[in-house]
């Protein structure tokens, strides 16, 4: 294993990581909702009355604040090294577990584990070591050598 030296930024990472937790607090102490963005999303897939216009202010500022970032910021566009199939199975089934574990990465990760629950725990514990052997057995059992 070797680190990327050229792209290392745990300050700008450590930046992150306090913004994101300082907007999932203000969220819940102003709303008394969690940021789970799968739930925030599937809850317009079954939409409530008067339960609408928020989750949609919260997704389009998930896709407006990169924008407003970048029109400040150089932008270097990611590499994706995965063919399109992939990534739609992938989606696939990160949206399958989400509903399975009831929550995703920022519900139980981010939110869940700073109320000390003991299923977020166990959720974030899930989806880490999934994530981790998916890694492993992609990288080093299914290689191709190339």
Do not use: K
Request: with cysteine; glycine share 16%.
């Amino acid at each position: 294993m070797s680190i990327d030296w050229m792209n290392f930024t745990p300050g700008q990472s450590l930046i992150g990581g306090v913004l994101i937790g300082v907007a999932s607090a203000l969220f819940i102490l102003a709303n008394g909702r969690i940021a789970g963005i799968s739930g925030i999303l599937g809850g317009l897939l079954r939409p409530e009355r008067g339960d609408v216009l928020w989750r949609l202010a919260f997704l389009l500022g998930l896709l407006a604040a990169p924008a407003a970032v970048y029109a400040f910021i150089p932008y270097v566009a990611p590499t994706i090294d995965a063919d399109t199939a992939t990534l739609v199975i992938a989606g696939l089934l990160v949206g399958i577990g989400t509903r399975y574990g009831s929550g995703c990465t920022s519900g139980h990760g981010v939110c869940g584990l700073s109320r000390l629950s003991p299923r977020s725990l166990v959720a974030t514990l899930a989806f880490m070591g999934s994530g981790m052997a998916m890694v492993f057995v992609v990288r080093h059992l299914l290689a191709t050598g190339g």
